[in-house]
C-alpha cells in the first residue's frame, strides 16, 4: 500500500480565520509594544491587548500589576523558547502555519521521519504550553497537528527511537497523571506500533525503568486492544518473543465477566509457567500473583 503523501500547506490552516499578516507584523517589530514577555534567553516585544485576548489566564494573575505599572515584563521561567514563539505567532495570526506547520519533505525517508519527529516535538510543547495556560484552541490545533502527524511517520531507526523517548519524556514529566491522557495516549500507542525498534534502544529501556506511570499506561493500552496474548500464537507476550505486532489488527473482544468480578480481575491473564520467571501463581480474584523463583 503506497504511503500518503504530506498533505497541501492550505489544509493546515486553521478552518474559517483568514491569516492576520498585519498583527503579524507588530510582533516581529515590536512597534507601539506594552508587554515584554521573557522566556529563557529570548524576549519578545509584544501587545497586552493580543496576548490577554487569547490567554486570559495571564492577564488573571498579571493583568492588575501590569495595569497599575503601565508596561512591563512577564518571565515564563518553566516553558520551552521555542513553544512560547510559536504560541505568539499563533496568538497574532490565528493560523497554524507559520508556528506549527509541518516542514517540506526532505530528499529521503530519513530525513524526512527525522523532520516530522522535530515537528512533532514542538506541536507537544505547544500542547502541554497551551494546557497550562488554559487555551483551549491552541491546544486543540497542536492536537491536530499531532494526531495527523501520526499517519505519516514511522520509527525507522534508533535515531528515531530515541527521539521519540525524549518526546515522552517529556510529554511524562509536563502532564497530570490520568488515565489515557491524550498525549500520554499517543505516546504509548505509537510505542506499540513500533515495538520492536522501540525496545532494542537503550534510552527507552531507561525511560521505561525511570519510575514513571508509563508501564502502567503500557499495560493498560495493551489491555484495553486485547493484544496481551501468548507471542506463539503470533500475538504479543512471552519471554523471547520478537515484539512483533500481528501482521492484522484485529481487536479481539474479551469474554464475559463471571457474576461478581469486576473490571480489574484477571480473568483474561495467561499465566503459565515461563523458563524465565519460574512457577507463576496468579489469584483471579484478587489479581495479586507470586512468582518462585528456580
Same mark, same amino acid.
Given at each position: ?27 516581529? *517589530? ?40 503601565? *508596561? ?15 504560541? $505568539? ?116 529501556? $531507561? ?37 512483533? &505486532? ?27 509457567? *515461563? ?8 489469584? &483471579? ?10
Amino acid at each position: 500500500m503506497p504511503k500518503a503523501s504530506v498533505p497541501d500547506e492550505k489544509a493546515w490552516a486553521y478552518p474559517g480565520v483568514p491569516k492576520r499578516d498585519t498583527l503579524t507584523r507588530f510582533l516581529h *517589530s515590536g512597534k507601539y509594544s506594552d508587554l515584554i514577555i521573557s522566556c529563557g534567553d529570548r524576549t519578545w516585544n509584544v501587545h497586552k491587548v493580543i496576548v490577554f485576548c487569547h490567554c486570559g489566564f495571564l492577564e488573571k494573575v498579571y493583568g492588575k500589576d501590569l495595569q497599575a505599572q503601565g *508596561s512591563g515584563v512577564i518571565e515564563l521561567h518553566d516553558d520551552h523558547p521555542d513553544a512560547v514563539a510559536a504560541m $505568539l505567532e499563533w496568538a497574532y495570526s490565528v493560523d497554524s502555519q507559520q508556528p506549527t506547520a509541518p516542514p517540506k519533505p526532505g530528499p529521503n525517508a530519513n530525513t524526512r521521519n527525522a523532520q516530522m519527529l522535530d515537528w512533532m516535538h514542538l506541536n507537544v510543547r505547544v500542547h502541554i504550553l497551551a494546557e497550562k495556560y488554559s487555551m483551549s484552541s491552541l491546544r486543540r490545533l497542536a492536537w491536530i497537528n499531532i494526531t495527523m502527524l501520526t499517519d505519516y511517520y514511522a520509527v525507522h531507526s534508533r535515531d528515531d527511537a530515541m527521539h521519540l523517548t525524549e518526546i515522552g519524556a517529556l510529554i511524562y514529566a509536563n502532564t497530570p497523571d490520568v488515565p489515557n491522557h491524550q498525549l500520554r495516549y499517543m505516546f504509548v500507542a505509537n510505542v506499540c506500533a513500533n515495538i520492536k525498534l522501540m525496545y532494542a534502544c537503550g534510552n527507552f529501556s $531507561l525511560f521505561l525503568k525511570g519510575g514513571n506511570t508509563f508501564g502502567a499506561d503500557l499495560v493498560r493500552y495493551i489491555a484495553q486492544n486485547a493484544v496481551s496474548m501468548r507471542a506463539d500464537d503470533d500475538r504479543w507476550y512471552g519471554g523471547d518473543a520478537d515484539y512483533l &505486532p500481528p501482521d492484522d489488527e484485529t481487536e479481539y473482544e474479551g469474554e464475559t465477566e463471571a457474576e461478581g468480578a469486576s473490571s480489574s480481575d484477571c480473568d483474561d491473564m495467561d499465566c503459565e509457567p *515461563s523458563s524465565d520467571y519460574g512457577d507463576m501463581e496468579c489469584d &483471579p480474584c484478587s489479581g495479586d500473583s507470586t512468582a518462585t523463583m528456580e
